[in-house]
C-alpha cells in the first residue's frame, strides 16, 4: 500500500493511513505469488476475454435498443478492452489457454502472459518476476514464440 500516497483504505471501520497494514494482513506480494485469501477460489480473466464478454453484452443491449442505457465505464471498459486485447476471437483464446495450461504456471502468470503478450524470457520475467525459476530461458522463449504466432494468424 505505500505505492497508492494519497488514497486511504477503510478497513473494518478503522481507517487505514498509506503505508499501515489492517491486524489481518497478510504479505501479499504479486512477484512471490503471494495473493489475499479471497482470491484463491478466484479464476483469471486474459483482457481478450474480457473484451468479448463486453461485446456480448453490448450486442445484447443494442438488440434491444437499450444501447442509451449502458454506463459511461461500460463504454470506456469496452473501448479499452477492445485496444488491448491480444487476441480476437474465441477460438485462438482456447488456444492460448490450452497452450499455457500445459506450462507449471500459476493462473496469475497465465493471465499476465496472455495479457501482456512478452516477446523474450527476459521480458517475461523482468515483467513476471515468478517467472524466474519457472522455466528455462529456452523453453520459455519457445512459449512466447508459439503465443505470438497464435497472435499473428488470427
Known sequence: MQNFSGIFVFHDRKRIMPGDQPDDAT????TELKFPKEFEQADTLLTSEVYLLLEHRRQQSEQKEEIDEMSDVFVKTLNYTRRMARFKNRETIRAVRTLLATKPLHKFEVAQIANLCPETSEEAKALIPSLEN????????EVLKDLHSKKTFQ
Open 134 to 141: 519457472k522455466m528455462e530461458d529456452d523453453e520459455l522463449d
Open 27 to 30: 504479505d501479499e506480494d504479486a
